[in-house]
């Protein structure tokens, strides 16, 4: 099994009435963006507006390092607060987002229990989205 060697995660934080300005102070730390409820989604669409409130934070490191590191960047620049956590769980839509772009077909990737460990403590969920090597005709 080859590494996966091309990958992101971020952390992101949801809801209807959500204020970035709250989490920023809860988790002690700015996002790489932020919006309100009824917030212009683009410039160049005035037309469409946010339906929710969102806290993004996106790793600082590149697509290169590997996953638990990247998510390691995430936790080590957010509170370590564990009630802090509970009562953002408890009232918003919370996850770890993590892209994992393959480009062989059988790629891989592994978390220690360290991070799993951290991820379970804060209460925050982990979603996978993995995207495929795309084949060509002349690789069949």
Known sequence: MTKVDNATASLSIIAQDL????ITVLLKC???RSFRAGDVK??????QHW?????????????????????????????KDVAVWQRITKRFS???FCGIFMTHENEGFGL????????ASYGLSVDFDLYGAIQSDEDE
């Open 94 to 96: 919370v996850r770890i």
């Open 30 to 32: 700015v996002p790489t």
């Open 42 to 47: 683009s410039p160049r669409h005035p037309e």
């Open 19 to 22: 204020s970035p300005d709250e």
């Open 51 to 79: 339906k929710h409130g969102g806290w993004l934070l996106e790793t600082t490191l590149g697509r290169q390092a590997n996953l638990e590191a990247q998510i390691a960047d995430l936790l080590g620049r957010v509170t």
């Open 112 to 119: 220690t229990s360290d991070i799993l460990a951290q991820l």
